[in-house]
């Protein structure tokens, strides 16, 4: 059968200048706009001075707490992420009830209530198992350990260390969720192959599925990795003095309100917008890729 | 270390014997009672329409599928014991799939040489140098440092053959090698496996490749409906298709009136 096409095709036209106005990305314009005017504050207003040079420390520990948080919470996710992709009954149940609770709860109660109470009694545990400990052993290697198990104190758990705790626990779940949808997403052939040449399913995991799986999970990654820089500002309920908390110490230092939340928002909107274009430039080469 | 200690079943030449297996996918039963002996060097062919239970009777003898009765001994070892470490039976077992299932993130080199240093556990230097010798042995020497994505259908399905013979593997199962094949790149990777048949391995193929059937197979086998209905010769076949009414079984006529048109 001869295909005859006698159907005139629409000419390419071109599009009219208005029509590319539209299509200008005019909220990156406005957001260029507003950081110039903040820039020019930082410059001239002494107050803006003032504010930035005080939450500059804030900045370096938000950083600081996102990177370990986010580190933390990937280990955790790959874990809890191999336990929902598992066939063993035992593993699969905990690391769904772990995403499961985790992910029904607040993040700002999930805070509190690993600092409050998670803490207290982890530590409550570790005191009684190194009493236990010094109790039942005469003389050992272990000595040493029992005693400063039996000796810790609450007061020596920081809040700086709680809150990346409950940060991590929290992320967690989210990131054991992306490593699942990252292993499923790997055909079933891989691991069929993987299999058949004698490897155990663990090496299989190891070499063949994970690596596979991380490069296609890397752009979702990097949207965590923002949303946990964004949500870090909630630890400042713990007193940790990181960007929001600063704010909220320079406002009461100075009754600069404006000045104030204007440069906290600022600086925010820098990390963030500035990662964004990095997890883009990820994605596109990415696609590239495939 | 177990494995070595069950008394072998077999100490005859069948180096695969199943005997009354049984497999259901839910309410689809793809193997009824299926018993089959394949001896030590022999070349076996299995075909029939899809869905007749051709790739789940592969399937068990490597354990991808675990077949819900019956027992399956591979090489004196029973695979379908709860107790048989079962990564030793699939090291001793190579397996080609239609998709070739090559690592995408891997290059050919990489492809053949990875099992065999995690399970093989031989140096990186040895992996390397059986795995370049088995790419000349395939035809494509130069495709070492290639990724899967940059070959054709024809050279990634001879590097995944490549990939199980590194293993030194005493059977060779083949999953419709050729069904996912240009017509012009069949020939390329059929070569390869008649080249492995001359040598004397141990060959289960499931294929639609009459091709092969005409210049290797010992057996060929038909099956329908998760049941073997038929074992021809090679001769038997031949004659079979020339002449159809000289196919003992009603089904394996119709089936093959429909192939060779």
Same mark, same amino acid.
């Given at each position: 059968?001869?295909?005859?096409?006698?159907?005139?095709?629409?000419?390419?036209?071109?599009?009219?200048?208005?029509?590319?106005?539209?299509?200008?990305?005019?909220?990156?314009?406005?957001? /260029?706009?507003?950081?110039?005017?903040?820039?020019?504050?930082?410059?001239?207003?002494?107050?803006?001075?003032?504010?930035?040079?005080?939450?500059?420390?804030?900045?370096?520990?938000?950083?600081?707490?996102?990177?370990?948080?986010?580190?933390?919470?990937?280990?955790?996710?790959?874990?809890?992420?191999?336990?929902?992709?598992?066939?063993?009954?035992?593993?699969?149940?905990?690391?769904?009830?772990?995403?499961?609770?985790?992910?029904?709860?607040? /993040?700002?109660?999930?805070?509190?209530?690993?600092?409050?109470?998670?803490?207290?009694?982890?530590?409550?545990?570790?005191?009684?198992?190194?009493?236990?400990?010094?109790?039942?052993?005469?003389?050992?290697?272990?000595?040493?350990?029992?005693?400063?198990?039996?000796?810790?104190?609450?007061?020596?758990?920081?809040?700086?260390?709680?809150?990346?705790?409950?940060?991590?626990?929290?992320?967690?779940?989210?990131?054991?969720?992306?490593?699942?949808?990252?292993?499923?997403?790997?055909?079933?052939?891989?691991?069929?192959?993987?299999?058949?040449?004698?490897?155990?399913?663990?090496?299989?995991?190891?070499?063949?599925?994970?690596?596979?799986?991380?490069?296609?999970?890397?752009?979702?990654?990097?949207?965590?990795?923002?949303?946990?820089?964004?949500?870090?500002?909630?630890?400042?309920?713990?007193?940790?003095?990181?960007?929001?908390?600063?704010?909220?110490?320079?406002?009461?230092?100075?009754?600069?309100?404006?000045?104030?939340?204007?440069?906290?928002?600022?600086?925010?909107?820098?990390?963030?917008?500035?990662?964004?274009?990095?997890?883009?430039?990820?994605?596109?080469?990415?696609?590239?890729?495939? | 270390?177990?494995?070595?200690?069950?008394?072998?079943?077999?100490?005859?030449?069948?180096?695969?014997?199943?005997?009354?297996?049984?497999?259901?996918?839910?309410?689809?039963? !793809?193997?009824?009672?299926?018993? $089959?002996?394949?001896?030590?060097?022999?070349?076996?062919?299995?075909?029939?329409?899809? %869905? %007749?239970?051709?790739? +789940?009777?592969?399937?068990? =003898?490597?354990?991808?599928?675990?077949?819900?009765?019956?027992?399956?001994?591979?090489?004196?070892?029973?695979?379908?014991?709860?107790?048989?470490?079962?990564?030793?039976?699939?090291?001793?077992?190579?397996?080609?799939?239609?998709?070739?299932?090559?690592?995408?993130?891997?290059?050919?080199?990489?492809?053949?040489?990875?099992?065999?240093?995690?399970?093989?556990?031989?140096?990186?230097?040895? !992996?390397?140098?059986?795995?370049?010798?088995?790419? %000349?042995?395939?035809?494509?020497?130069?495709?070492?440092?290639?990724?899967?994505?940059?070959?054709?259908?024809?050279?990634?399905?001879?590097?995944?053959?490549?990939?199980? $013979?590194?293993?030194?593997?005493?059977?060779?199962?083949?999953?419709?090698?050729?069904?996912? $094949?240009?017509?012009?790149?069949?020939?390329?990777?059929?070569?390869?496996?008649?080249?492995?048949?001359?040598?004397?391995? +141990?060959?289960?193929?499931?294929?639609?490749?009459?091709?092969?059937?005409?210049?290797?197979?010992?057996?060929?086998?038909?099956?329908?409906? %998760?049941? =073997?209905?038929?074992?021809?010769?090679?001769?038997?076949?031949?004659? !079979?298709?020339?002449? $159809?009414?000289?196919?003992?079984?009603?089904? +394996?006529?119709?089936?093959?009136?429909?192939?060779?048109?």
């Amino acid at each position: 059968m001869a295909i005859t096409s006698e159907v005139e095709r629409p000419q390419p036209k071109l599009i009219p200048w208005t029509k590319k106005l539209t299509q200008l990305p005019w909220w990156a314009l406005i957001i /260029l706009l507003a950081g110039v005017l903040i820039v020019y504050f930082l410059f001239t207003s002494p107050t803006y001075q003032d504010a930035f040079s005080f939450l500059r420390a804030g900045v370096r520990l938000t950083i600081l707490v996102s990177l370990i948080a986010f580190g933390l919470s990937l280990i955790l996710g790959l874990i809890a992420g191999l336990g929902r992709v598992s066939k063993n009954v035992v593993s699969y149940t905990i690391s769904s009830f772990y995403v499961e609770v985790i992910r029904g709860i607040p /993040l700002l109660v999930l805070l509190i209530y690993f600092a409050y109470v998670v803490t207290p009694l982890a530590l409550q545990f570790l005191n009684w198992l190194g009493t236990a400990m010094l109790q039942n052993l005469t003389i050992g290697p272990l000595m040493g350990l029992a005693h400063s198990l039996a000796d810790l104190n609450i007061q020596n758990v920081d809040m700086l260390a709680r809150a990346i705790a409950g940060l991590a626990f929290a992320y967690g779940a989210f990131e054991a969720e992306v490593f699942r949808a990252g292993i499923e997403s790997i055909e079933r052939g891989q691991m069929e192959a993987a299999r058949s040449l004698g490897m155990s399913y663990f090496q299989a995991m190891r070499y063949v599925i994970l690596p596979q799986a991380i490069r296609r999970v890397l752009p979702p990654f990097g949207n965590d990795f923002i949303a946990m820089l964004k949500d870090s500002s909630l630890i400042s309920v713990l007193a940790v003095r990181e960007l929001t908390q600063l704010g909220k110490l320079n406002r009461a230092r100075t009754f600069r309100t404006y000045e104030t939340w204007n440069t906290v928002a600022f600086l925010y909107l820098i990390m963030t917008l500035s990662l964004s274009l990095l997890v883009k430039f990820m994605e596109r080469r990415m696609a590239f890729e495939e | 270390m177990k494995s070595s200690m069950v008394e072998p079943l077999s100490r005859d030449d069948d180096i695969i014997l199943i005997d009354h297996v049984y497999k259901s996918f839910g309410k689809t039963r !793809a193997l009824v009672d299926v018993s $089959l002996r394949v001896k030590r060097g022999e070349v076996c062919f299995i075909f029939g329409p899809s %869905g %007749g239970g051709k790739s +789940t009777l592969l399937r068990c =003898i490597n354990h991808l599928e675990k077949p819900d009765s019956g027992t399956i001994i591979v090489d004196g070892i029973p695979v379908t014991e709860e107790k048989t470490n079962i990564d030793k039976v699939r090291a001793e077992v190579g397996m080609v799939f239609q998709l070739f299932n090559l690592f995408p993130h891997l290059t050919a080199l990489r492809n053949i040489t990875l099992a065999q240093e995690k399970v093989r556990r031989r140096s990186k230097e040895e !992996a390397e140098r059986i795995a370049r010798e088995l790419l %000349g042995r395939v035809g494509i020497p130069e495709k070492a440092d290639a990724y899967p994505g940059q070959l054709s259908g024809g050279q990634k399905q001879r590097v995944a053959i490549a990939r199980a $013979l590194a293993m030194n593997p005493k059977i060779m199962l083949f999953d419709e090698p050729t069904s996912a $094949l240009d017509p012009e790149m069949i020939k390329e990777v059929l070569d390869v496996m008649l080249e492995l048949a001359s040598e004397g391995m +141990t060959m289960v193929v499931v294929s639609h490749e009459m091709g092969f059937v005409k210049e290797a197979a010992r057996r060929i086998i038909f099956m329908d409906e %998760g049941k =073997i209905v038929e074992e021809m010769t090679p001769e038997e076949m031949r004659a !079979a298709t020339q002449n $159809l009414d000289l196919a003992k079984e009603e089904r +394996t006529r119709l089936f093959l009136s429909k192939i060779l048109v």
